[in-house]
């Protein structure tokens, strides 16, 4: 069994690896589009230092995958490699057939960076990394816990909007459109088949009933805790109960024939791990 799922964790990990190569092979370095990733930097690179886009990408690939595996140990390395090995070798292909379309540069841009997020977004989901500029993101986040997706987004839109001083405007701003192209991609992946949910808090002095009434009628668990009134200074108690979308209007049917006067907060939440929800995936 855990060789059957290795192998599909593999399978996942190499669809990942081809689609990011074939949106950096076929859009992204064919039209010279300054994004965010390894392929930007190395787009910028490219200016300092007279190696060919392709091998300034592969030797990234390479040595962010060295100082990821120094920095964020063992477990790290074992899940990346794959993607080290076959997405240089994923692009190397990709060049030496010289795939190539005539396409506006916008066009390029944008199915470049959706192909890119979607890969990238295929290979996170699945509890590796890609081994590109992911890497320092997720370097970041281990020591200062600020959320990966952050962190990429930022340091793909620093790599595009740098380039200005060595491109000029115009590429810039086809390479934002490339940065938001990935983040959206990565975002619908991560986000795929996930159930959204809303975390809805309920104050009232019937909490009892409407507590019975949520685990009875919606088959939902909830939690109590204490609060105190900032006006009254009274001591009240707050209901906090997680339920789909689909759910939302019962509930507040429910609350509202027990107590019309309860007072309810509902935000959508992103991610709940537990049981009776299946894990919300957000970058």
Known sequence: MKIRRLAKDIAIVLLGNFIL??????????FNILTGGSAGVAILLKVFI????????NGLVIGLFILGSLTLGKSFALKTIVSTVVFPLFLTILSRLHLQFELMPIL??????????????IVVRNGASTGGMDIPALIIHHY???????????????????GLFIYGMQPVLLGLLSVFAVSFGIDKVMSFNARKVLAVQIISNEYTRINEAIIKELDRGATISDAKGGFTGEDKKVI????????????????????RNAFVIASETNEVRGEGFSYGFRM
């Open 240 to 259: 906090l109960v997680v339920v789909g979308h689909d759910e939302y209007q019962a509930l507040l049917n429910l609350i509202h024939v027990i107590d």
């Open 144 to 162: 200062f816990r600020i959320p990966v997706s952050k962190v990429v987004f930022v340091i793909d839109a620093l790599t595009v909007i740098f």
């Open 108 to 121: 390029a841009s944008l199915y470049g960076g959706l192909l890119v997020g979607i890969g990238i977004g």
């Open 21 to 30: 190569a074939l949106g950096v092979g076929v859009f992204i370095i064919p």
């Open 50 to 57: 007279p190696l060919d886009t392709t091998t300034l990408v």
